[in-house]
């Protein structure tokens, strides 16, 4: 079992910048892979960004050159750096985490709004 918890959430205005924190209750170990993913009123969740282990990261086309994903082992904690922020990134953002690239187990955080005023 790993408990997610999110922070950095809020209210910016468009061209904004936001750092989301999600912090871990144990070590992400090397085959983890963990991952923001968002979801907007009416829509279904997407995943946003993923960084496993050993480093490597992945981005949806929609935040690319915009959004960072990074990992601080030593502080359990994964970030997601949010520069050039739309109104269409407006969503509440979740953590992700799966064991590893096989697992189906999935443990989530609670979720943090974030809103991006025009």
């Known amino acids: 079992q790993v408990q997610l918890v999110e922070s950095g959430g809020g209210l910016v205005q468009a061209g904004g910048s936001l750092r989301l924190s999600c912090t871990a209750s144990?070590?992400?170990?090397?085959?983890?892979?963990v991952g923001w993913y968002r979801q907007a009123p009416g829509k279904q969740r997407e995943v946003v960004a993923t960084?496993?282990?050993?480093?490597?990261?992945n981005y949806v086309d929609s935040v690319k050159g915009r959004f960072t994903i990074s990992g601080d082992n030593a502080k359990k904690t994964v970030y997601l750096q949010m520069n050039s922020l739309k109104p269409e990134d407006t969503a509440v953002y979740y953590c992700?985490?799966?064991?590893?690239?096989?697992?189906?187990?999935?443990?989530w955080g609670q979720g943090t709004q974030v809103t991006v005023s025009s």
């Open positions: 144990r070590s992400i170990v090397s085959m983890n892979v």
């Open positions: 992700n985490l799966k064991p590893s690239i096989w697992s189906t187990v999935n443990y």
């Open positions: 960084i496993a282990g050993g480093g490597s990261t």
